[in-house]
Nanobody
């Protein structure tokens, strides 16, 4: 199984970035796909997820109404559209695949597979 994240970079506050995560080696439609992020000196935290069944989405309060997650089943890819970026969004962003129950979607430990991370820097 391989998850390949891309799209990170440097952007000014208020700007936008789109992250992509291409998956291979797994039955994409059977997994909940998520993005987590880790800022320097902090623990990895949940950002958003799109569930395997029905495609419902969940967002951390800190990114709600600014970030949008989507999945393309034909391309086995999950995308994170990030708008109105803030300096506090600066972090390494990781995509992940797992099968958590709905109430545990934000639990990092329930994701089996992880991408290598892509760095996002938002300047003020």
């Amino acid at each position: 199984v391989q998850l390949q994240a891309s799209g990170g970079g440097l952007v000014q506050a208020g700007g936008s970035l789109t992250l992509s995560c291409a998956s291979s080696g797994l039955t994409f439609s059977s997994y909940t796909m998520a993005w987590f992020r880790q800022a320097p000196g902090k623990e990895r935290e949940f950002v958003t997820a799109i569930r395997q069944s029905g495609g419902s989405t969940i967002y951390a309060d800190s990114v709600k109404d600014r970030f949008t997650i989507s999945r393309d089943r034909a391309k086995n890819t999950v995308t994170l559209q990030m708008n109105s970026l803030k300096p506090e969004d600066t972090a390494v962003y990781y995509c992940a695949a797992g099968r958590p129950i709905l109430s545990a979607t934000q639990w990092r430990s329930l994701y089996y597979y992880w991408g290598q991370g892509t760095e996002v820097t938002v300047s003020s």
